[in-house]
């Protein structure tokens, strides 16, 4: 079944501070990576899934998260979507977003800051 599930920030924080081997990803444009991404989130932008997805992830098994902006934002849904159609068995779609994330005052990275 090409399905996938949700996922809340809390969820999130508690798999990261288990250890859990999980991939996040952004599916939003490079820009917006650039600028601030959850820490060690994968670019993956919802319109090229297809083409970088099993570069970026080749396990068809990894738990993989998938956000964007906010819950308004319809880019993880595409992704998680295109993701579980592609074999991907584990993904998991974090609907709030990077704006839940921030909100709640945590960390984020920005390429900007990399040297």
């Excluded at 809340?8 to 990803?25: S, Y």
């Excluded at 997805?53 to 396990?59: F, P, R, Y």
């Excluded at 998680?80 to 584990?90: D, P």
Aim: net charge negative.
């Amino acid at each position: 079944m090409n399905s996938y599930r949700t996922i809340h920030r809390v969820d999130i924080q508690a798999h990261i501070k288990a250890g859990t081997d999980m991939r996040l990803a952004e599916a939003l444009p490079e820009k917006y990576h650039r600028e601030a991404h959850l820490p060690g989130a994968l670019l993956l932008p919802h319109d090229e899934v297809r083409d970088r997805a099993e570069a970026l992830v080749a396990d068809k098994d990894a738990f993989i998260v998938v956000y964007c902006a906010n819950t308004p934002c319809n880019n993880s849904r595409i992704a998680a979507q295109t993701l579980a159609s592609m074999g991907y068995t584990t993904v998991a779609e974090y609907a709030e977003g990077k704006e839940d994330w921030i909100e709640a005052g945590l960390a984020t990275e920005s390429s900007k800051a990399v040297a």
